[in-house]
């Protein structure tokens, strides 16, 4: 069993930034691929981010290529994700999730999910 917890979202203007947190417990976090997923009124769960064990690789969706960054610290057993020239498109529930190998883009291939943050762009 591992636990997932994100916090961090809110509401923020057009071009603004936010930083999403999500900390992990269960078992030992430098081990464990982990993504980002989000998902928007009346629109399927969608990848976002990916990044592996250590943190020396990531992918993200073409969507928030060049305006997201994810990483993550082992040492304090956290993930983030910076969200730089938010779009109101961006708007959406928010999921970290694990259990899956690095770079999986499916919502069925992980088992371990968060409860979610909400994250909404006015424009």
């Known amino acids: 069993q591992v636990q997932l917890v994100e916090s961090g979202g809110g509401l923020v203007q057009a071009g603004g930034s936010l930083r999403l947190s999500c900390a992990a417990a269960?078992?030992?976090?430098?081990?464990?691929?982990l993504s980002w997923f989000r998902q928007a009124p009346g629109k399927e769960r969608e990848f976002v981010a990916a990044?592996?064990?250590?943190?020396?690789?990531?992918d993200y969706a073409d969507s928030v290529q060049g305006r997201f960054t994810i990483s993550r610290d082992n040492g304090k057993s956290t993930m983030y994700l910076q969200m730089n020239s938010l779009k109101p498109e961006d708007t959406a529930v928010y999921y970290c999730?694990?259990?899956?190998?690095?770079?999986?883009?499916?919502?069925?291939?992980?088992?371990?999910w968060g409860q979610g943050t909400q994250v909404t762009v006015s424009s």
């Open positions: 999730a694990a259990g899956a190998p690095y770079g999986r883009r499916m919502t069925g291939e992980y088992p371990y």
């Open positions: 269960g078992r030992p976090f430098s081990y464990v691929a």
């Open positions: 990044i592996n064990w250590s943190g020396s690789r990531v």
